[in-house]
Structures are given as C-alpha cells and as structure tokens.
C-alpha cells in the first residue's frame, strides 16, 4: 500500500509591511523631494526616511510571524499521527492477500471528537492506531466514514484520555493565490511533527488520484512528503484544506483537498450516517470555442454553452436531456465555451464543479438552447449511481472455472495489468441498474485450458451469446450450459470453447491442487 502525502507549504508576503511602507511614502513627506530643500538637510531626510521604513517593516514582520507562530502552536496539538496495519488482498487470486505491513500518515480533530484524513490512509486496513503531538501512546481508532471519490475518510476514537486538550480545529475559506499557508503532518525523514510553509499557486478541478473523479483542488508549492497526507494546511487559526497528493517528477507541484469538498463530504455523512458520494454530471459534452460550431447550433453574438455528446441512459438527465442540446447555464451561472465558469474574480474553473457541489435531493436549474430555442429544466442531480468500476473491493468476490479465475473489474485490476487494461474505463457509468464488467484476473494452468493462458485481463463480453450484465449473471450463464461445449466471448474478438463436462470436472481439481477454498466467493 502506498501512501500519498501532500507537501503544503505558502510563504505569505506580509501585507502589513507591503502595504504600510507604500502609504507612508507616498504621504506629502515625499513632496519635500520636489521642493527646494537645502543640499546638507537632504541626506539626513533621507536617513530618517530609511530608519523609519525599516522600523515598520520590521515591526510588521515581527508581528505577523508572532500571529502565525500563534496559530501553529495553537493547531499542533490537534494533529495526530495514523499507523494502519494493512492487509491487501491479491488483485489476481482474490482469496490470498498479497501484502501486509505498516503504513503511516496524518489527520487531526474535527468537530464531534472525530479525526479527519484521507481515504488512503487507512485503506485495507485491518488495525489503526493514532498518537498525539507530544504523547507516547498510540490509542485505537475506527473507521466510521470512507469517501474514495474525494480522498477522505472519519475515524473515531472511544477513549476518554485520548480527546483531553485535543481542541478540534475549524474549517475556513478558499485562500486566494499567493496566500501564506502552512502544512502540518508526519512526514518520513522523522518521528516529529512537521511544519512547512508555502504559498497557495492555483485553484482548478484536478483528477483525484485515489478515484480518477475530478474535483475541485488548490495546488501549492510546498514540499511534502510521504506521511503528510491526511494532515490539516492551514491559514491563519483555520484549516483551508487536507493534503493528499502531488505531481511526480515535478517539484512544488503539490495538492491539497479545498474546504468546499471537505465540507460536502462532511455534510453528507453527518445527514444520512455513511457516506454517499458526489453527484457527477452524468453527462459527456465538448467546448465550443469554435465560431462555425456555435453559428451551426444557432447561437446568438453573445451566448455561450458547451454541446451535449452523450447522457448516461439511467441517469435522470437523460429525460430531460437531449444529446445536441447547448447547455447556456446552471443555477444561473453562465458556462463559457470553454467548459468553464467565473468561480472567484478572474480565476476560471470546469462546470462539473457546479454539479458536484450539490447535496443529496438537491436539484439544478439547467437553462439550454435546443433548435434554437431557449428552455430551462429542473434536473434532480441526486442521482448518486455506484461506478461501473469500483475505486476498490469490499470483498473478495471471484469465481473459478476450469481454471479461469473471473472477477468485477475494479481499480486495483487496472493497476496490477501493466497498462493491459485501460484507466479511461474508471470514468464510466453503468449503462443498467445492474452492470459490471467481468474480467479473467488469472488463468490457473491446466489441460483445459491450454492455449488460453494469454487471455489474461480481458473482458468476457457473452457465455453461449448471451451478454454478461454482472458477476452473478456469469455464474447463472455458465451452470445452465446445456449445450456440449461453452463458449466464452471476450474483448478483442478472442473466444474461448470448452467441453462443458470435462471443464466441470477438472474445475474440482483445479480447486484441490490450488487450495481454493470454493468455486465462488
């Protein structure tokens, strides 16, 4: 298991010194300049001018250093450090675990004598423990709430001892770019907590390494390290986000989780007791930054849209929707050509952000140009659909047959096939109320199946012509078999044949050689 961490770190110029040193100049004591003023006065002027700038530079600074020590001592002590005992389940032979060991990282405490970190963190786990700033015992903790699409998860700790002057810090703004910020964690290189400190470079929707969702993000230009994810970045006495990931290869290019994706992760929970997941826009369009485009599709001077592609057919948009539809604004805010809004003064970002932001039994206003006409829909986004692909397995859920070991692909597949498997398939929606993709994770060798061993991470798209819809249709397709052979129709045009009897039998023995428990899990 890896463990991301986020390196955050701003270096605020001080406003204090930057803008009191400018007035003072430009007050009439500088008008003296212009004026004739006798040649021996002259330097001495300017000795007082030097000495007084000085000062209140260096008051200034002395002040806001003062201010931020402050609010560092202050959020210490609400950080802790995470140890996870992991136990990782063999991508390829689900019911053997292929890894086991000790990961560390950061969260701190949040309202409700909760701990807040990423979902990364405590991923597999299968013991946690957490220790104070300054503390020598480790303490237990649970795992109350995984978000995987943001990168965040809740855990609790039942021990009284534990939560005395643990003071849970508050959630604050988006800062603006070239803020002053602070990233607190555990990082690798020591035992110690850790302070780093560094400006806030940019805000825009980033793809979230640990679900491949885009969400809204601010990169920075700290250095982080590993064992810093889940720990708090602040800005001033408040928390402006939760460090998680960087840009390999890239030198301060980190990124942490803003306080509107916290927030919203932290509302759902609080609402239904678990979490949900963000309401994405079901919806596939393109920009439409080209002038012949936009005079085909009837825009007048002064519109603005993106073109609808495609509508995921069980979504609810897609009663409402049509494909070719001009999409102008939601909730008012108007979408540019270029797929983005006005999020905050001249910074722009992706539409998708106004959907994700919804809450649960929320609804949109859609204002959208069709054959020219304008017309506005109320569009229930609460439409949460599980992924066709998992961000990862619960359980270990495989069957085997002659040899074929099939299960429901999931992230960790794509990551353990060595680029075989596509990551574009992460991003699709089930186009059914009950859609999987089933893979072939390993082929265990045997006579049945020789010739076949290269199939490896291919889909199986029909058994005997039928289309496989999920895991459990598999198995029925294959256990009705009642022709003499079995056919099995994969991606890429490949096919398996089977004599069905033979492969029943030998599937016993497959089973007895491999020490497989069961057929099915």
């Avoid at 299968?126 to 104070?132: A, G, H």
């Avoid at 109350?144 to 943001?150: H, K, Q």
């Avoid at 029909?462 to 819809?469: A, Y």
């Amino acid at each position: 298991m890896s463990l991301w961490s986020v390196r955050i770190v701003i270096t605020r110029f001080c406003n204090s010194s930057s803008t009191q040193v400018p007035r003072f100049l430009s007050s009439p004591f500088l008008l003296l300049r212009s004026t004739s003023v006798r040649n021996n006065l002259l330097p001495r002027f300017h000795a007082s001018i030097s000495r007084c700038c000085s000062s209140v530079c260096v008051d200034s600074r002395r002040e806001s250093t003062h201010t931020e020590n402050s609010a560092i001592d202050s959020a210490l002590d609400s950080v802790v450090k995470i140890f996870c005992f992991s136990s990782e389940p063999d991508v390829a032979e689900p019911w053997k675990n292929s890894w086991v060991g000790l990961a560390t990282g950061s969260g701190f405490a949040i309202f409700g004598r909760r701990i807040l970190t990423n979902a990364h963190v405590v991923e597999d786990h299968s013991y946690l423990q957490v220790k104070k700033h300054g503390s020598p015992t480790k303490y237990r903790a649970i795992v109350e709430a995984v978000g995987d699409e943001c990168d965040l998860a809740i855990l609790a700790v039942d021990n009284e001892e534990f939560w005395e002057d643990l003071n849970p810090l508050e959630l604050g703004d988006i800062p603006s770019i070239g803020e002053t910020i602070f990233a607190l964690g555990y990082p690798r290189g020591g035992d110690t907590i850790s302070v780093t400190k560094g400006i806030t470079s940019r805000v825009e929707l980033t793809n979230y390494c640990q679900s491949s969702t885009e969400l809204l993000t601010i990169q920075i230009d700290a250095t982080v390290k590993h064992g810093n994810s889940g720990g708090p970045v602040i800005m001033g006495n408040k928390v402006v986000g939760v460090a998680f990931q960087g840009l390999p290869r890239c030198e301060n290019i980190e990124y942490i989780i803003p306080t509107p994706v916290i927030k919203h992760f932290l509302s759902v929970v609080e609402k239904n007791g678990y979490y949900i997941g963000f309401d994405l826009p079901d919806i596939s369009c393109q920009a439409m930054e080209n002038s012949q485009i936009r005079k085909n599709f009837k825009m007048n001077h002064g519109m603005s849209g993106i073109l609808i592609n495609e509508i995921n057919l069980v979504s609810a948009a897609h009663k409402v929707l049509k494909k070719d539809d001009v999409i102008l604004a939601i909730d008012g805010v108007p979408i540019g050509n270029d797929e983005k809004f006005v999020f905050r003064g001249k910074e722009r970002v992706n539409f998708n952000h106004l959907v994700s932001m919804k809450k649960p039994g929320e609804t949109g206003l859609f204002k959208v140009l069709r054959d020219g006409r304008e017309h506005e829909f109320k569009i229930s986004l609460n439409s949460v659909q599980q992924r066709l692909v998992p961000v990862r397995k619960f359980d270990t859920n495989c069957y085997v047959f002659a040899g074929f070991i099939f299960v429901p692909l999931s992230k960790p597949n794509i990551e353990n096939s060595s680029g075989a498997i596509c990551d574009c398939t992460l991003k699709r929606r089930p186009q059914k109320p009950v859609h999987e993709i089933i893979i072939i994770s390993q082929v265990l060798w045997d006579v049945i199946n020789v010739g076949y061993s290269s199939f490896k991470n291919l889909q199986v798209k029909k058994v005997n012509g039928e289309e496989v819809e999920s895991m459990n249709h598999l198995r029925r397709l294959i256990k009705k078999c009642r022709t003499e052979d079995l056919r099995l129709d994969l991606e890429k045009g490949k096919v398996i044949v089977l004599n069905y009897k033979s492969a029943r039998k030998e599937t016993s023995l497959i089973l007895e050689r491999h020490r497989i428990p069961s057929a099915m899990s």
